[in-house]
């Protein structure tokens, strides 16, 4: 029974050897087919990646958004302590509101001239052009909009103006949904067109090789036997495909990072964006199965089209 076992294991390690080292040669006999199905999964798994990471920072950013966004009131000139005051109480009586903080006209100006760093700004400080205002925070910022038509009612005891990030929200938002239906109509079609492609590229093969089978299924060869080359094949031509937009992406994604804190410096003060240490120890395995599901899903259906005729 033993012996039965190692003569099974040994044959199971010969076939292995036997269709991965066919599954080479013909990618090598077919050099320029693969080479041009290699090249459609990896624009195809590239327009993948970046969308991901696109939409993962985009998400990030949004939720960062979302969780410090603050509304300001502006209150108008002139407004007597006793007013101010009672300004403050009637905000605090809001509904969801959480805390209120009085921000005056020097700390707003204070406040400018860091985030710009722009010391030329100091020279304000002599005729403030700022209002004073009341920075509020809430306990659930999908109550923005109905908190803030409750300031809107409070002009009458001196809210000048109420701002608030909605409108970069909904930029976000729409940012994000934008990038992902778009990626998905790109990818599918790439995705479609490196079925396609990576099936020439096989039955190109199977062409080259059909009397070789004709020979082997004459002798008693199964179908299995016969399949499993073509399939490696395709999933080998995938992964080499994925491996190289994969490769690119992260090693730019970095100085991308980068590339955008340095151009929009004010940002690294209260937005993330993710690593690469966070995203592509699942976002390039990921990759990695796309590429090889195309390749297998192509090689799968042009060797059963071939072993049903």
Avoid at 12 to 32: H, P
Avoid at 87 to 97: D, F, Q, S
Avoid at 176 to 197: D, E, F
Avoid at 238 to 248: E, F, Y
Wanted: aromatic share 10%; proline share 2%; with cysteine.
């Amino acid at each position: 029974m033993r012996h039965r076992r190692n003569v099974k294991r040994k044959s199971t390690v010969r076939n292995i050897n036997y269709f991965i080292g066919e599954a080479f040669t013909s990618i090598w006999r077919n050099k320029l087919m693969s080479i041009s199905s290699m090249a459609t999964i990896a624009s195809c798994v590239f327009i993948v990646v970046f969308s991901i990471a696109m939409v993962v920072n985009v998400s990030s950013m949004f939720r960062q958004l979302e969780a410090t966004t603050g509304i300001m009131v502006w209150i108008d000139d002139g407004l007597e302590r006793e007013q101010v005051n009672e300004l403050r109480e009637r905000i605090l009586e809001i509904e969801h509101v959480s805390r209120v903080t009085y921000v005056s006209a020097d700390e707003g100006l204070e406040w400018m001239i860091e985030q710009q760093q722009n010391p030329a700004l100091e020279r304000f400080f002599a005729n403030n052009p700022l209002r004073a205002g009341f920075e509020i925070e809430l306990t659930d910022t999908r109550q923005t909009d109905y908190v803030v038509e409750q300031l809107e009612l409070l002009r009458a005891y001196g809210a000048a103006d109420v701002n608030y990030l909605g409108d970069v929200l909904d930029i976000f938002i729409m940012l994000s949904n934008v990038i992902t239906v778009v990626s998905i109509i790109i990818v599918v079609v790439l995705g479609v067109l490196s079925v396609v492609i990576v099936m020439n590229t096989i039955k190109l093969t199977v062409n080259n090789r059909r009397n070789e089978i004709s020979i082997m299924k004459y002798v008693g060869a199964t179908d299995a036997f016969v399949r499993w080359p073509f399939i490696i094949e395709g999933i080998i031509i995938g992964l080499i495909g994925a491996v190289v937009p994969v490769a690119i992406v992260g090693l730019a994604y970095g100085g991308a990072i980068d590339m955008v804190y340095s151009s929009l410096q004010f940002m690294e003060d209260f937005i993330v964006l993710r690593t690469a240490g966070q995203v592509f120890p699942w976002l390039a395995p990921a990759a990695l199965l796309i590429g090889a599901g195309i390749g297998f899903a192509g090689s799968v259906v042009s060797i059963r089209k071939y072993l049903k005729a």
